[in-house]
């Protein structure tokens, strides 16, 4: 038995309304989604691109504070991408704790020029200040190294400082 004509053209009007209500809903999910990702990324980006304060207290401190056991690996990924991780430890021989450190690795060509320049928060705000006479882990990933890299460990400066 064969459905009326008319049954036909009901179901057929009330697939596209499904559709199109469906097409809404995910077009809703993903705007929010995408949204959360980038108000999350700002927030990160803004904490982390505020300057630390350098001042005459902040660098007469930061001539004490030791980066020491460095070591360098590359990893590749599974999208062949590859990564330089760069790992030590700091210690932070004063009186004093840091509650956010902020260092420049620069990384140099066989002709001793910088040729990378990256500045990395090791200790943040958000996280467990470095007490006084304290030492911490630390590595920080590099998605790239240009070629002329002279193989050599990157040099290490304390560029920016808040004491506690």
Known sequence: MEPEPTARRD?????????????????????????????????ESAA????????????VYAANIRFDNITMARATNMLN????????IM????S???????????????FNQVILRDAEQLVTLANAPLGAGEHRNFQVTLERIPAEW????PTIRVTGLVLQ
């Open 48 to 59: 982390a691109s505020a300057k630390l304060p350098f001042g005459p207290v902040e660098r």
């Open 81 to 88: 991408q590859e990564f330089t991780y760069v790992s030590g």
């Open 91 to 94: 210690t932070n021989p004063g």
């Open 11 to 43: 179901e057929g009007r009330r697939f596209p309304a499904a559709f199109v209500a469906g097409l809404v809903i995910v077009f809703i999910v993903v705007a929010c989604a995408v949204g959360v990702s980038r108000y999350a990324r700002s927030r």
């Open 150 to 153: 002279n193989q050599q460990y």
């Open 96 to 110: 004093r704790s840091i509650g956010a450190l902020e260092v420049t690795m620069e990384f140099h060509d066989p």
